[in-house]
T-cell receptor, first 114, second 114 residues
Framework: GEDVEQSLFLSVREGDSSVINCTYT??????LYWYKQEPGAGLQLLTYIFSNMDMKQDQRLTVLLNKKDKHLSLRIADTQTGDSAIYFC??????????????FGTGTQLKVEL | NAGVTQTPKFQVLKTGQSMTLQCAQDMNHEYMSWYRQDPGMGLRLIHYSVGAGITDQGEVPNGYNVSRSTTEDFPLRLLSAAPSQTSVYFCASSYESSYNSPLHFGNGTRLTVT
């Protein structure tokens, strides 16, 4: 199956680090993504990681991938109020007869408190 | 360059009514798709298209039709609306069907069926 699970809520204080976790069940996933959804808007791609990588860093964002445990995490350093949003992880099996088909997690609502 | 444009933003239908959700992109993207977003369930793929004249079913296609007569437009039709179709609908597009061609999302259409 292609289930992607996330916790629904996370609350952090401004300036702290946030860690959003995701587990997936399909070991053949080739790429894993993190998307951000701000209120009233669509999803925006934050970053992605190829399945042969363990870690990817992009400014305040660090993605960790544990293939053995099928666990993906997104760490946001120095979390700001503008980071408040819903964060979705997603996986793709690559190109199978065409189609950029992603399976999305349930989303984690991040709330940043002052 | 407007990106992905969805209309309308909000819609209320009565059970049994039909309507079309519009999606247009001006980025010359080959791949387009429709997702629905429901609380606690993430985004689920309804239909997708890898190019003009080509469409295929996603995870939850029942009750929806699509067509792709042009590269720019990918309308989603509800033939006979049901309360179970109350959801937020997102259209997304990408340059091609590959991992390094990120999905661009519209801002969504919030549909309520009474």
């Amino acid at each position: 199956g292609e289930d992607v699970e996330q916790s629904l809520f996370l609350s952090v204080r401004e300036g702290d680090s946030s860690v959003i976790n995701c587990t997936y069940t399909d070991s053949s996933s080739t790429y894993l993504y993190w998307y951000k959804q701000e209120p009233g808007a669509g999803l925006q791609l934050l970053t992605y990681i190829f399945s042969n990588m363990d870690m990817k860093q992009d400014q305040r964002l660090t993605v960790l991938l544990n293939k053995k445990d099928k666990h993906l995490s997104l760490r946001i350093a120095d979390t700001q109020t503008g980071d408040s949003a819903i964060y979705f992880c997603a996986e793709t099996l690559g190109i199978t007869g065409g189609g950029n088909k992603l399976t999305f997690g349930t989303g984690t609502q991040l709330k940043v408190e002052l | 360059n407007a990106g992905v444009t969805q209309t309308p933003k909000f819609q209320v239908l009565k059970t049994g009514q039909s309507m079309t959700l519009q999606c247009a992109q001006d980025m010359n993207h080959e791949y387009m798709s429709w997702y629905r977003q429901d609380p606690g369930m993430g985004l689920r793929l309804i239909h997708y298209s890898v190019g003009a004249g080509i469409t295929d079913q996603g995870e939850v296609p029942n009750g929806y039709n699509v067509s792709r007569s042009t590269t720019e437009d990918f309308p989603l039709r509800l033939l006979s609306a049901a309360p179970s179709q109350t959801s937020v609908y997102f259209c997304a597009s990408s340059y091609e069907s590959s991992y390094n061609s990120p999905l661009h999302f519209g801002n969504g259409t919030r549909l309520t069926v009474t």
